[in-house]
């Protein structure tokens, strides 16, 4: 998938999952026809695919990030350089997954909770 496609389908996703949650608080007429089993085991599996997408692309992108970043002007505004080197970059992105990955994972867990108490 191309960085442009993929930029505007995580974009999409991001965009609507906030706006369902808003329209969660703002109308609560809503939330009481989807349960929290439902909404926890769909965010859990959305968590768990972009972890794990993130995961598998960290090798091929860290390069190019960190060559980005590296001719960013917003490089002079806090960082030293030795930030923005592949190895740093790649290491942050697999932190990250890892973190995506284990809020998916909790997710999960909340939805199995959820379901065994009925809600």
Same mark, same amino acid.
């Not at 091929?60 to 002007?73: G, H, N, Q, V």
């Not at 350089?81 to 284990?102: E, H, N, P």
């Given at each position: 998938? =191309?960085? +442009?496609? $993929? ?9 609507? *999952? %906030?706006? %369902? ?25 959305? *968590? ?9 692309? /960290?090798? $091929? ?6 060559? $980005?970043?590296? +001719? =960013? ?5 806090? *960082?030293?350089?030795?930030?923005? /080197?592949? +190895? ?32």
């Amino acid at each position: 998938m =191309s960085r +442009k496609v $993929e930029r505007v389908v995580f974009l999409a996703l991001a965009f609507v *999952l %906030f706006a %369902f949650g808003f329209a969660i608080m703002l109308w609560p007429s809503l939330s009481s026809r989807v349960s929290n089993c439902v909404f926890l085991a769909g965010m859990s599996a959305l *968590l768990l695919f972009a972890g794990i997408y993130q995961l598998g692309i /960290t090798c $091929e992108r860290a390069d190019t990030i960190s060559e $980005e970043l590296a +001719k =960013s002007p917003f490089r002079r505004l806090g *960082l030293p350089i030795r930030f923005y /080197t592949s +190895k740093i970059v790649f290491w942050q992105f697999r932190v990250l997954s890892i973190a995506i990955i284990a809020l998916g994972i909790m997710a999960a867990y909340g939805a199995l909770v959820a379901y065994r108490r009925g809600l």
